[in-house]
């Protein structure tokens, strides 16, 4: 009877530090989770601005990409400068609509 009531006992004392791990290992989960949800939204949030730069930029950026890649510079300075003239002007025109 005493080797009955021990095991018990031993069982009982394996299935509290058990449930007391999953306990905690959901606690685990649960902070990681939230960790990630952060990380995914401060990365989402870096890439909008990232594309919103871009959109709004596209013209001058293109412009002075193209002056790189080619070997002249007082051509790709000028066409440069052209084009930022237009893309302020058109800027311009579409602030003087609102």
């Known amino acids: 009877m005493a080797r009955r ?8 004392q ?6 007391a791990r999953a ?10 989770t939230q960790d990630l949800q952060i ?5 989402v949030r870096i890439a909008l601005g990232g594309l919103a730069l871009i959109r709004r930029y596209w013209l001058p950026l293109g412009l002075i990409l193209a002056g790189t ?3 002249r510079a007082r051509p790709v300075l000028r ?3 052209t084009g930022l003239v237009v893309w302020q002007s058109v800027k311009l025109l579409r602030a003087a609509r609102r």
Request: hydrophobic share 45%; proline share 0%; net charge positive.
């Open 69 to 71: 890649l080619s070997g």
């Open 14 to 19: 394996r299935r509290d530090v058990l449930i």
């Open 5 to 12: 009531r021990s095991r018990s006992v031993e069982l009982k």
């Open 79 to 81: 066409m440069v400068r």
């Open 23 to 32: 306990r905690l290992e959901r606690v685990a989960l649960r902070d990681a």
């Open 39 to 43: 990380a995914g939204d401060r990365a």
